[in-house]
């Protein structure tokens, strides 16, 4: 495979089998084989390919409760979304590295994350994006002891919500899966 093309297509293709690994409970293998693939794009100059493999791996390392592992292979993802100036996917590793830092408790890098991946949903016009970075600022908040604030975010995520499935014909899944984790911070912030 000395081509370029060919270098792609096997690192395409050992990220799908890690998934597959990921899938079939098999995380070590899984972990080996994602590291090969970002390795393989990341030689074809593929950073942006290879930064969404290791958004994948962090989840596999969360998984097997490595949240230390999983928030530094959420860095390294963000290093190589920068470099290849990819907003979504940067957005996405964003949010993705502040739900994480939220899960370990730090609060502070979990806002921080969190707001830039808000700021890049917000100049790209990603409301779905705009709703869920919304959410997960309002449960900082809350775990923050702040619910006040917690509900001002997650009404703020709700009207999103609202307006983007007003606009769709037929609501996605992810909506209603937001619209429901947004009910349920409201519910946790009035009980604080």
Known sequence: AGSRGDVVAQGKGLAKMAAVLAAASDPPGAIKVAHAAQEMLIAASQPARAAAVGLALGSVYLSQGELRLAVATLEESLVARRKARDRVGLAESLHRLGSYLLMIGFYTHATEHTTQALALCREDGNRLGEANTLTQLGFVALHQGDPR?????????????????????????????????CHEGLARAALA
């Open 149 to 181: 604030r917690c509900a001002v975010l997650l009404d703020g995520a709700l009207d999103l919500l609202h307006a983007s499935s007003t606009a769709a014909s037929s609501p996605g899944v992810g909506i209603h899966t937001l619209q429901a984790a």
